[in-house]
């Protein structure tokens, strides 16, 4: 019997370091997650439940959001069309085990890139899609205008397993007020249980508070409060241990927003082609190598622009024309009074 | 020898199996954490937790670690479970006896409740009492009263808070009642078989159970105050009840779904448990002159408990695992609090899945233990 144990033991260890042998060659080559992807011909992506803006899907289907526009520009880089996306819908709870367990390859689902989440449990933040704050929602009846005027007793509906619940701990005690927070899984059933007036206030991020607004039965009988309680940087996450899908997905982010930098447009990508600018050449693959880096091809900057556009064309698309927050804010370019500012892509 | 052989080897192989498999996955999941650079400990469960929760039986706040937020969460696991258990059962025997009931309404009343609440999932119910029903309640301010000085809002269930002085006192009178009583009932039965006379032990028993805490009052050892509900108002619009006790509507919602639908099911078991018991036992009690109450006290149901008890299990044990749909409304049980938001924030998937599931397999062998101890006890024995 011990015997037997012990030849079973020998057996599954050597079976375990075959394996990770194997798995060690392959990551210094080439993107063991590049190569799934080219293999299965889709990019798994992993967006919410539903936060319009960000990632919303329509009655047919189809996905349209900010985020959702980062994984197209990921499947049009490595895949060469910014169609074949396979969206997985997660909450909250869900989408970092989704990630690190390997059901999806990029979790592009306004996440907050925290300290604890980037170095504890196994994620990568490659960089930040929508600069966000947290804030308040109030009826407009209660006549609160500011955060100081909650008091003690004060119910707040808000996610499960966000840093919102978080910061609202710590905002309220450095008030000294004593609250009762209702965390729901789901962000619908939080709006429904604030439009139901279980609570007080509704807390999240402020772009997901004006983006729910518009599933409440009145939206014009809430606001948002002026004060924003904490920074919230929203960006896709990777898994950790494959830094070449790493740089491949900032690098899908980075190329977007350069591109509005230069003025490179989806409808103009072809013929900047011919720009004096050797940055805008080299963004739309007429100069450099920069693809070969990641083991892809001169074009894959040209297919992002050209098939997703670049950010401020999807911004617009998304969150200005939907109503949601047509002022860019701190979303805009560095040159025109935002924080936006990626490394140039040479 | 051969034959001995043949009886171990498919046990021996059956082993290996599972070791084999456990083996594999324990080396698999250590591989893939390593490749992805997480690392593996409960070192994490002394950590400051830093997140509040809405309801708690003990004092909790998100400065104490996370070994007492899984504390919090599985006391409110056990909470909604006992609760549940208790009224289900109480439900559950009232519709079991009911639908064996000589009356056609209420006989059809009951089959029809039982028809109707154990073909609906359980989840859409706890969805429909916590959003349809509970959320049709007033707000605070336009609530009336129910029994006086309680409030029943959608915001919670608000009851006046009892503030007592000496409990302790009350707890020893409470036990000092208690063992009067066993020496009674003794008594009463010595009596019983030696003179053939009856003592009304019910009676004196309810008396006693509250002569001596109404003594302890009287005398002054213990006191109590009443603090009820008062409106307070936190915004133009916005009111709760401060002072008293307030019961969120998370809790009444999921006690109430998980007892109507698991008594439908213990009022089978209940069902079943009296048809099986041959009608002329009660037939013979009769004919020895025992009243109905006597026939069914005495005769029948000694007799019924051994087939109720053991499917009865079982529906507590359901009940006690289908509380962690408590997720979906807000009640922070186990799942909500410890594989909810304490997963998400220290991101220990696999270490706080597997300390929830020991937990649960640790509530439901409890009960299981306690349950096949009655059975036990109630099982005829033969001597």
């Not at chain 2, 009343?109 to 029903?133: D, H, K, M, S």
């Amino acid at each position: 019997m011990l015997r037997t144990l012990k030849t079973l033991m020998y057996l599954l260890t050597s079976i375990a370091l075959l394996v990770s042998f194997e798995t060690g060659a392959f990551a210094a080559k080439k993107s063991k997650t590049l190569k799934k992807t080219q293999k299965m011909g889709f990019v798994r992506c992993g967006v919410s439940q539903g936060l319009p803006g960000f990632s919303n899907a329509d009655a047919s289907g189809n996905w349209t959001g900010v985020d959702v526009d980062l994984c197209r520009a990921v499947a049009a880089a490595t895949l060469g069309d910014s169609g074949k996306v396979k969206f997985f819908p997660l909450s909250a709870k869900e989408r970092f085990t989704a990630l690190t367990s390997g059901e999806i390859d990029v979790l592009s689902r306004n996440t907050t890139w925290t300290l604890s989440r980037d170095a504890d449990i196994g994620l990568t933040f490659v960089g930040v899609n929508f600069y966000d704050g947290q804030g308040f929602m109030v009826r407009k009846s209660s006549g609160i205008t500011s955060v100081n005027q909650f008091k003690a007793g004060v119910s707040a509906c808000t996610n499960l397993g966000t840093t919102t619940e978080l910061n609202m701990r710590d905002f309220f005690n450095s008030k000294g007020i004593k609250y009762e927070p209702v965390t729901f899984e789901k962000a619908d059933e939080v709006v429904a249980a604030y439009d139901a007036g279980r609570c007080d206030t509704y807390t999240t991020d402020k772009s997901g508070l004006a983006a729910q607004r518009i599933k409440l039965s009145k939206p014009n009988d809430h606001i948002v409060l002026p004060e924003t309680i904490s920074k919230e940087p929203l960006g896709p996450v990777v898994r950790q241990g494959d830094p070449v899908w790493e740089d491949i997905v900032r690098w899908s982010l980075n190329v977007m927003i350069e591109a509005e930098e230069y003025g490179i447009t989806s409808a103009n990508a072809d013929s900047m082609k011919s720009s004096e600018n050797p940055a805008v050449k080299r963004l739309v693959g007429a100069e450099g190598e920069l693809g070969a880096a990641f083991g892809l091809d001169n074009d894959w900057s040209l297919r992002i622009i050209k098939q997703v556009g670049n950010y401020g064309e999807s911004y617009k698309r998304n969150i200005a024309d939907t109503g949601i927050l047509p002022d860019r804010g701190p979303n805009q370019l560095w040159t025109k009074g935002g924080i936006l500012y990626v490394p140039p892509a040479r | 020898m051969n034959h001995k052989i043949k009886s171990i080897i498919p046990q021996l192989l059956t082993l290996l199996f599972v070791v084999a498999v456990i083996g594999f996955f324990t080396i698999n999941a250590q591989l893939n954490m390593e490749e992805r650079g997480i690392d593996f400990g409960y070192g994490f469960l002394n950590q400051e937790s830093s997140f509040d929760v809405q309801f708690s039986l003990i004092e909790y706040d998100g400065s104490h670690s996370y070994a007492k937020a899984y504390l919090v969460g599985l006391l409110n696991t056990i909470l909604v479970s006992v609760l549940g258990i208790i009224f289900c059962t109480i439900i559950g025997v009232i519709i079991g006896i009911a639908r064996l009931s000589p009356n056609y309404l209420i006989r059809n009343t009951a089959a029809w409740y039982v028809e109707f609440f154990r073909n609906v999932p359980l989840l859409l119910q706890i969805f429909f009492w916590y959003y349809a029903a509970l959320r049709a309640l007033p707000l605070p301010e336009n609530t009336e009263p129910l029994f006086g000085v309680t409030y029943l809002t959608v915001k919670g269930y608000y009851i006046p808070r009892l503030i007592w002085e000496n409990f302790d006192i009350l707890i020893y009178s409470i036990l000092a009642a208690i063992i009067s009583i066993v020496f009674i009932r003794n008594y009463a039965r010595k009596l019983q078989e030696e003179k053939g006379q009856q003592l009304p032990v019910l009676l004196i028993s309810v008396g006693l159970l509250l002569v001596f805490p109404a003594i302890t009052f009287v005398t002054g050892m213990v006191q109590l105050e009443v603090a009820l509900p008062v409106l307070k108002q936190l915004s133009k619009t916005s009111f709760i009840y401060a002072e008293g006790l307030s019961i969120p509507p998370e809790l009444l919602a999921l006690v109430l779904a998980l007892s109507l639908y698991t008594a439908t099911f213990v009022a089978e078991c209940v069902r079943a448990g009296i048809q099986g018991i041959s009608k002329g036992q009660k037939e013979a009690a009769a004919s020895v002159g025992l009243t109905p109450n006597q026939i069914l006290k005495l005769v029948i149901m000694p007799q019924a408990l051994r087939i109720i008890i053991p499917p009865t299990t079982n529906q507590y044990l359901n009940l006690t695992k289908n509380s962690s749909l408590a997720a979906a409304i807000a009640y922070p049980d186990l799942v909500l609090v410890f594989a909810g938001t304490a997963l998400m924030q220290t991101g220990r998937a696999i270490e706080i899945v597997s300390i929830t599931m020991l937990t649960y397999l640790t509530l439901s062998l409890s009960i299981s233990v306690l349950m096949n101890w009655y059975n036990k006890k109630i099982a005829i024995k033969e001597k």
